[in-house]
């Protein structure tokens, strides 16, 4: 893969996620029933950053917890067809709650798909809101983002990257090519 730009430096990624954390706050009245999920890997420390950002607004402390979706996703091969059953790592019920989801780059739709599907096995949420950090288009399925960082157009065979400290050491956004 060939690098064609870095699209977001550290500062940028970092006033993304502020914007995002007061757009969750005012399109939700507040805080009172929000819970956050974490998509894994690249959305759990997102995830963790609008949860600070916002508590450090707010002054509250808000529910939060890792999501994994590899049960739910629909591209297991056939040897995967039923699922191994795991206890959910969830610290919290999700019943009622106005749940956020966060995730690095939004592209088909079938990640936001199986997050749903896994949140849905879990409780009955009052709401479930998408926090995307970059959406770079191409859907194969009915999803759009409730707060994005940035929108990205991008052509099929480009490739958009999340580099975050925690899996990378380092923060920026960076679009590649075949």
């Known amino acids: ?3 064609k730009a870095e699209l977001m430096d550290e500062s940028a990624v970092q006033r993304a996620l502020t914007r995002i954390s007061h757009e969750i706050i ?6 009172d029933n929000l819970a956050f999920l974490g998509i894994k890997t690249r959305g759990v420390p997102l995830a963790k950053s609008i949860v ?3 508590e450090q607004i707010e002054g509250v402390e808000l529910p939060f917890s890792e999501l994994d979706i590899n049960h739910y996703r629909d591209d297991l091969t ?27 780059v939004l592209f088909t739709g079938r990640t936001v798909r199986a997050a749903i599907e896994a949140v849905f ?12 950090l970059v959406d770079r288009g191409h859907r194969e399925l009915p999803f759009r983002a409730d707060f994005v ?4 157009p ?25």
């Open 1 to 3: 893969m060939k690098l």
């Open 26 to 31: 005012e399109k939700n009245k507040g805080t």
């Open 52 to 54: 600070k950002k916002i």
């Open 78 to 104: 056939e040897a995967h067809t039923m699922p191994e059953v795991i206890e959910s790592p969830i610290s919290f019920d999700v019943t009622g709650k106005d749940i956020i989801l966060v995730d690095d």
């Open 121 to 132: 096995s879990l409780g009955r949420p009052s709401s479930i809101q998408l926090a995307i």
């Open 149 to 152: 960082g940035k929108n990205v």
């Open 154 to 178: 991008t052509a099929t065979t480009e490739f958009i990257s999340v580099f975050l400290p925690e899996t990378d050491g380092c923060t920026s956004v960076k679009l590649f090519s075949l």
